[in-house]
Each structure stands twice: as C-alpha cells, then as structure tokens.
C-alpha cells in the first residue's frame, strides 16, 4: 500500500505561483511513475504532468513552459511548480504513483486562480 498526501493548494491571482508537494509514504524511487493530475468541474480528470522512475517527463501541452515536475528521493516527495497561472488551471489537483500494478492517488488539492 502507498499513501500520498497532496499540499500546497490555494487561492491565487493569475500570473501568479504555486508549488504542490506530494509526500509518499514509502521511497518514491521504487515507483515506475509518479504524476499530478487535475479535474475541473464538469470535467474528465487530465494529465498535467508525469515523470518516469528515469526522470522522463511529460507534460500537458496546456502547462509545457509554465509547470515544472520535480523530485526529492530523500524525502519521499514529487513537487509541481506551477507559474504565470491562469484562471483555466483552476481544479482540484492530485498526485498519483504507480508501483507494481497498481495505481495509488492522494486526495486531492484545490488550486484556484482569480482573474
């Protein structure tokens, strides 16, 4: 079993920053993938950004530029760095991991950018 626990949600204006943190409960560098993905009301879930047990990542064509994924295997966590926000990136924003066969979800963060 993996827990994830999402932080750093909130309210910000746009063109403005955020950094979500994803801790896991075990060492992240076991894991083939981690990612964050989003789901705005009324909307199917979509992949913002992923990155592979190597370091590959990928992201949304509607984030490359303005996001960054990142890793601290020390501590156990992916980060999502997100910059110039607009009022579109607002949604609920979750951490996967996929280990083994399975995948793992944390409960999500609220990101909310005001126009």
């Known amino acids: 079993q993996v827990q994830l626990v999402e932080s750093g949600g909130g309210l910000v204006q746009a063109g403005g920053s955020l950094r979500l943190s994803c801790a896991a409960s075990r060492s992240i560098f076991s894991f083939n993938a981690m990612g964050w993905y989003r789901q705005a009301p009324g909307k199917q879930r979509e992949l913002v950004a992923r990155?592979?047990?190597?370091?590959?990542?990928n992201y949304a064509d509607s984030v490359k530029g303005r996001f960054t994924i990142s890793r601290d295997n020390s501590k156990n966590t992916v980060y999502l760095q997100m910059n110039s926000l607009k009022p579109e990136d607002t949604a609920v924003y979750y951490c996967n991991a996929q280990y083994v066969l399975d995948d793992y979800w944390g409960q999500g963060t609220q990101v909310t950018v005001a126009s």
């Open positions: 990155m592979l047990s190597r370091g590959y990542t």
